[in-house]
């Protein structure tokens, strides 16, 4: 970009000498010419304004220890997602520092162990740090809700003492944001289902796996 500046000498005024004013004037035409090129280079994603965003998201959690069930469970989890705006937005080490909660529709068959599903719901409070270019993230999230189940506890030993329970998950990765606007992420997924003692029969269910996510702002 060529900025042309023409300069229009007063009398007695030599053009080759521009006064402090004009060298004022010169200096700001140039700090405006360059914000613009910055702000024409500048991708639209690397402005971030708070949206709220849908997030459709699978894993695959194996059972393990921890004083839970004896029985191998494998389970499939499949989660749909509304984040909020964020609550708290703040710099740090040369990013971002985001908090935001998620709300999360939980859809889980049981492929492996005497119950068939989970139908559940959680709210998570999530933290996200966002590289300077806002392409990419890491982030923890974690929090709790409640679900139903056809528990088999009665009839198999090591099974869930009752349909209604409650669960704690907690959830780590990183996500990528594409020029297109759809962020994809990658995590490890750690969940705990029990009915609290309200049961007699209470086992529980640890299980911990990877997952992978797909989202969209709107």
């Not at 360059?34 to 059972?63: C, F, H, N, Q, S």
């Not at 709210?123 to 974690?142: I, K, M, P, Q």
């Not at 003492?161 to 990183?174: I, L, S, T």
């Amino acid at each position: 970009m060529v900025l042309g500046v023409r300069v229009c000498t007063l009398e007695g005024m030599s053009p080759t000498a521009p006064t402090w004013n004009q060298s004022l004037l010169l200096g700001l035409a140039g700090v405006m010419a360059a914000g613009r090129l910055v702000a024409a280079d500048m991708a639209p994603e690397a402005i971030d304004r708070p949206r709220y965003e849908l997030e459709a998201m699978t894993a695959v959690l194996w059972k393990v220890g921890g004083g839970a069930t004896p029985l191998t469970y494998l389970l499939l989890p499949q989660i749909i997602s509304l984040r909020i705006p964020p609550i708290n937005v703040r710099p740090l080490a040369g990013g971002t520092l985001v908090f935001r909660s998620r709300f999360s529709l939980l859809l889980e068959p049981i492929v492996r162990g005497p119950e068939h599903f989970f139908i559940g719901t959680a709210a998570v409070g999530e933290l996200e740090w966002w590289h300077a270019t806002n392409r990419f993230s890491c982030f923890f999230g974690a929090g709790g809700g409640f679900g139903w189940m056809d528990s088999e506890g009665h009839e198999v030993a090591g099974g869930q003492g009752q349909d209604f329970n409650f669960d704690w998950m907690m959830h780590a990765g990183m996500r990528y944001r594409t020029r297109e606007g759809w962020q994809w992420s990658l995590g490890a997924y750690f969940q705990h289902i029990s009915n609290r003692g309200m049961n007699k029969i209470n086992p529980g269910v640890n299980a911990v796996g990877p997952s992978l996510g797909l989202s969209r702002r709107f």
